[in-house]
């Protein structure tokens, strides 16, 4: 079955770039997400990248897929204490009628000011 | 703009009770599903809706869950008798179409099974 897989835990300073990784299995997915969960909060959308695209740029936030690694990461330029938060990688397949998304289990951002 | 919205944000539930989750999606979707992420795991699929009926569904909804829309505007998820591993965040969502793109998550309602 599906499988999405983060590390659990990142800490960048203020500033800097953040870089979220995330690996997937299924070959067959077709839309990847990254979301956003603030503390107490629900899931916020933040970007997302057709399987037939490489790179996707949304002012601060960089995603790259690499198809064949069945790797996707995000990075975000400048880092904020406002990023602070949990990143969900998820993933979309599109099989006959399927409209599930598959998530890792989210890496949190810790920004150090 | 327009939101998905959970009602209630908490729900403290004896074992063995009845309850309702409820939702309301963006007004021009139709498309719902609900998730559940139990506290320090994954986010996880339960049950996604169209057209009256249940299109999808993972091996966790089983009998004892149920989705509804018992009107135009809300979209409901019951358990009928509630289990200590109940407890988790449910999450609803709603997309425009079910290939969109997009799926726009609620709040999340904490249900607590004591």
């Known amino acids: 079955g599906e499988d999405v897989e983060q590390s659990l835990f990142l800490s960048v300073r203020e500033g800097d770039s953040s870089v979220i990784n995330c690996t997937y299995t299924?070959?067959?997915?077709?839309?990847l997400y990254w979301y956003k969960q603030e503390p107490g909060a629900g899931l916020q959308l933040l970007t997302y990248?057709?399987?037939?695209?490489d790179m996707k740029q949304d002012q601060r936030l960089t995603v790259l897929l690499n198809k064949k690694d069945k790797h996707l990461s995000l990075r975000i330029a400048d880092t904020q204490t406002g990023d602070s938060a949990i990143y969900f990688c998820?993933?979309?397949?599109?099989?006959?009628?399927?409209?599930?998304?598959?998530f890792g289990k989210g890496t949190k951002l810790s920004v150090i000011p | 703009e327009p939101e998905v919205t959970q009602t209630p944000s908490h729900q403290v539930t004896q074992m063995g009770q009845e309850v309702i989750l409820r939702c309301v999606p963006i007004?021009?979707?139709?498309?719902f599903y609900w998730y559940r992420q139990i506290l320090g795991q994954k986010v996880e699929f339960l049950v996604s809706?169209?057209?009256?009926?249940?299109?999808?569904k993972s091996e966790i909804f089983d009998d004892q869950f149920s989705v509804e829309r018992p009107d135009g505007s809300n979209f409901t998820l019951k358990i009928r008798s509630t289990k200590l591993e109940d407890s988790a965040m449910y999450f609803c969502?709603?997309?425009?179409?079910?290939?969109?793109?997009?799926?726009?998550f609620g709040q999340g309602t904490r249900l607590t099974v004591v």
């Open positions: 007004s021009n979707h139709l498309y």
């Open positions: 299924d070959s067959s997915s077709t839309y």
């Open positions: 990248i057709f399987s037939n695209m």
């Open positions: 998820a993933e979309r397949t599109n099989g006959a009628g399927s409209y599930q998304l598959t």
């Open positions: 809706f169209y057209n009256n009926e249940i299109s999808e």
């Open positions: 969502a709603s997309s425009a179409q079910g290939l969109s793109t997009e799926a726009f």
